[in-house]
């Protein structure tokens, strides 16, 4: 049973919009959330992360909303550009094992 | 290049070889993990090592097995795969007692190809 859901398996935006990347969890003990970006042919990369003690964390144009109650969590984008386009996944830590579960990662489109 | 170098990039062999994929950090970092990721499923944790020993096998074939020489270095051993084990195989990395706040740093991966 996963954990840690992103249901949409990609998502298209027009360069200079908001992106806004969904992700569901199911676990009550997950306690850290973390957003990680993905290339081609590359490992995943740390993007951003929020504690559940908090609502909301923003670096720049990245912007991570926490809702603990819905146990959801969202990443926003914004200005979206061209080079944000790759696979996005959602990870949180916490639970047994203490361990990063992760989603099933959303493909984000940027068009120019 | 994330401090987490794996090899080889890509590799491709056959369901009766024998081979090995390499991880290597120079982070510091004294927690290793092997993760697979296959088309359409989420990236599957595999085996974790912290301090060079084994803390989590995640009921993965006995046709993988790990190997953990010291806190820099992760092997992959592999022998008589199924075409349905092609994936995208990655290696990270944590610092010790999986300090959240840093993640994990994940190498390029290595793309097996089993024919």
């Known amino acids: 049973d996963q954990q840690v859901k992103q249901n949409s398996p990609s998502l298209s935006v027009q360069e200079g919009r908001i992106s806004i990347l969904n992700c569901d969890y199911t676990?009550?003990?997950?306690?850290?959330f973390l957003w990680y970006k993905k290339y081609p042919a590359e490992g995943p990369t740390f993007l951003i992360s929020?504690?559940?003690?908090?609502d909301k964390n923003e670096d720049g144009r990245f912007t991570v909303f926490l809702n603990k109650s819905a146990k959801h969590l969202s990443l926003h984008i914004v200005p979206s550009q061209p080079g944000d386009s790759a696979v996005y996944f959602c990870?949180?830590?916490?639970?047994?094992?203490?361990?990063?579960?992760f989603g099933g990662g959303t493909r984000l489109m940027v068009k120019p | 290049e994330t401090g987490v170098t794996q090899t080889p990039r890509h590799l491709v062999m056959g369901m009766t070889n024998k081979k090995s994929l390499k991880c290597e950090q120079h982070?510091?970092?004294?927690?290793m993990y092997w993760y697979k990721q296959s088309a359409k499923k989420p990236l599957e944790l595999m085996f974790v090592?912290?301090?060079?020993?084994?803390?989590e096998n995640n009921s993965v074939p006995s046709r993988f097995s790990p190997e953990c020489p010291n806190s820099s270095h992760l092997f992959l051993h592999l022998h008589t795969l199924q075409p349905e084990d092609s994936a995208l195989y990655l290696c990270?990395?944590?610092?010790?007692?999986?300090?959240?706040?840093?993640?994990?740093?994940f190498g390029s991966g290595t793309r097996l190809t089993v024919v």
């Open positions: 990870a949180a830590f916490g639970g047994a094992g203490n361990m990063l579960t």
């Open positions: 990270a990395s944590s610092p010790e007692g999986t300090e959240a706040n840093y993640g994990y740093t």
């Open positions: 982070l510091g970092h004294n927690a």
């Open positions: 929020i504690s559940s003690i908090k």
């Open positions: 090592y912290n301090f060079k020993e084994q803390t």
């Open positions: 676990n009550s003990m997950f306690d850290y």
